[in-house]
T-cell receptor, first 112, second 117 residues
């Protein structure tokens, strides 16, 4: 079965600094990969998704992620952090069925 | 497009009572809906997958007699927590798959905070 590991339960950056949230996956077939953001007491909002097209995926709010098969990674980046980016971020993997598995989440803190 | 709503957004109930949570796809038909539970500072754990017109498929360890799921139409799924206890207090999130869009993306509702006293 597929699984996701998010390295770092908490990441803290200064406003304007690079954001890097790490995600490694395990899948027996070519995966579909997702990054979601969750604000307190809210549901999940899709940031971006990889579905076997371009390996560099651009999402909303200036985020992007690169699928690297050799490293089984799908790290999320943003060149310049904003205060509004502070939230919980979840990486998820699907093997092309209805089964989606989430990572443990990474809490991003942005310092002024 | 692809909006999912949940009702109520929060509910407080006494131990032993039952609580129903609704999940609706507002602008698309969802043949499959998913129910997740999220404890504080933890990830989402899939509880069950429901398909319109058929019985839900529960994940291992989830009591199907305690968490009743009904997916009676292509736009509505309900989760009923029966005889709720304080340990059932959690954030419940539903999601739906839009058949017309294809792919495997799930669209998430805003969640329901359940507190059992």
């Amino acid at each position: 079965a597929q699984s996701v590991t998010q390295l770092g339960s908490h990441v803290s950056v200064s406003e304007g600094a690079l954001v890097l949230l790490r995600c490694n996956y395990s899948s027996s077939v070519p995966p579909y990969l997702f990054w979601y953001v969750q604000y307190p007491n809210q549901g999940l909002q899709l940031l971006l998704k990889y579905t076997s097209a371009a390996t560099l995926v651009k999402g909303i709010n200036g985020f992007e992620a690169e699928f690297k098969k050799s490293e089984t990674s799908f790290h999320l980046t943003k060149p310049s952090a904003h205060m509004s980016d502070a939230a919980e971020y979840f990486c998820a993997v699907s093997e092309g069925n209805n089964d989606m598995r989430f990572g443990a989440g990474t809490r991003l803190t942005v310092k002024p | 497009g692809a909006v999912v709503s949940q009702h109520p957004s929060w509910v407080i109930c006494k131990s032993g009572t039952s609580v129903k949570i609704e999940c609706r796809s507002l602008d698309f038909q969802a043949t499959t809906m998913f129910w997740y539970r999220q404890f504080p500072k933890q990830s989402l754990m899939l509880m069950a997958t429901s398909n319109e017109g058929s019985k839900a498929t529960y994940e291992q360890g989830v009591e199907k007699d305690k968490f009743l799921i009904n997916h009676a139409s292509l736009t509505l799924s309900t989760l009923t927590v029966t005889s709720a206890h304080p340990e059932d207090s959690s954030f419940y999130i539903c999601s739906a798959h839009d058949l017309a869009r294809g792919g495997f993306e799930q669209f998430f509702g805003p969640g329901t905070r359940l507190t059992v006293l």
